[in-house]
């Protein structure tokens, strides 16, 4: 562990950032100093946890998994207290992802740390794993990085810092030593149901990852490290990993017949009970992917999340590129998404402070006015629905699954009926977050239906809680008959959510009058 203490303050360009991992094996945390754009690793933490060994066939954690991560929170809390808040990022994985009480666990970290936990795909963690090496050692050419976790193992090919093709696979060393290596028995017969498991697992991305081909293979987390240092120590000219030193271990570990009987240098009590199924689980990818030979290298998922958090504080926010693709993909109406953020924007500006919304509350609405249209290319009847599908089950590199589910929920509702009961639950983004997001995309949309530059005139808003007022020119709007319409009709299907729009200059209904 790196010593932090430091003689004097850091100068004004250095900013102290930091990333926690909560792996399904352990949990990790990393404190970094950005100093013009590059990073400096001051101080490392690591606490085995194993939270995947508490997750049952029904996917629910175990109380006992939940106290372990828990306890281990509250140590990260004190480390972390003198970091600002935006300069922390806490990464759920695989167990998080899959759990169905996941929330509860959720709420009673955000007791201990005042940070939100972003829970991310498979997809983005692989993303994130290959940054993370990308960053750390140089490459020109195709590079092939896989990563053995407690739960899944993720696999991602790119070129440079550009990665090509992602996956994460159900697949991980604390999973598979509770299905095929319980008891700490190790046999011929448990080696060969687990590898033709993990082979299974590989089988649907084998054809793809070796059609695009790599020059280098690299393994990275603890698993591939300890495997890498067993082999260097049986045979110290062996630099790399490779497929018959694998099964020579494998047959040295079936020789063995059980954890208690492996003595052997650097092992430690953990890591005992984790090796049978880590090598089954790297014979499985050497096989079925046909690599030649592997080495490790020192980076993975937190890395990849420091470096976008450099990023990010460069105004390099990954998330705008990806909704740029999309806008490119599908073709999107560039103007009309323009019209949108526009007045989305001056809308978000005149409530911000009174609704408490926030800088990434404005980058939220500015994305989902950029793709509201995006699902316009199959069928204008129902866009908001065809849309919402598009953004749910995309890939959206740089988005948590949250930020990903809200931007699919404020597209399927900037239209027609807003259903509170079919939004998504989600305990970053509190419900009443959300609805002025949608009040404020909404209005935008509604106030650009002409599709037209230079057509809506100046306006005036007035918030307070539950209501906004919203003041156009009285001579302007009363020749813009099918907008009054439209406002009326808005007013009422807001009044049905609690939420009351107002806007003096509108004539009153006849069924007012």
Known sequence: MLNTTKAHPEPSNQLRMAAVDLGSNSFHLVIARDIDGDLQLLHREKQRVQLAEGLSDDLILSEDAMERGLNVLKQFADTLMDIPADSVRIIATYTLRRAKNSATFLRRARQILPFPIEVISGQEEARYIYQGVAHFEHFEGRRLVMDIGGGSTEFSLGLGAEPLQLSSRNMGCVSYAGQFFHSGKITQRRFQRAIIQAEQELESIAGSFKRMGW?????????????????????????????????????????????????????????????????????????????????????ALREGVLNEMCQRLHNQDIRQQTIQSLQKRYQIDDEQCQRVQSTAQTLFHHVQDTWQLDAEDGRLLDWASQVFEIGLHINSSGIQKHSAYILQHANLPGFNQEQQRLLAAMVRFHRRKLKLEELPKLHLYPQQKVVPLLVLLRLAVLLNQKRRDHWLPEFKVKASNQQLQLKLPADWLLEQPVLIADLQHEQRLLAKVNFELTCPQLPLEEAEL
Do not use: C, N
């Open 215 to 299: 020059q280098q293979a690299v393994g990275t987390s603890g698993s591939v490290k300890i495997i890498r240092d067993l082999l260097l120590h049986h045979d110290p000219e062996q630099q790399s990993i490779r497929l018959p030193a694998l099964q020579l271990l494998q047959q040295r570990l079936i020789a063995a017949g059980h954890t208690d009987q492996l003595d052997w240098p650097g092992l430690t009590d953990d890591r005992r009970q984790l090796l049978s199924p880590a090598v089954a689980i790297l014979i499985a990818a050497f096989q079925m992917l046909d690599i030649d030979s592997m080495h490790y290298v020192d980076a």
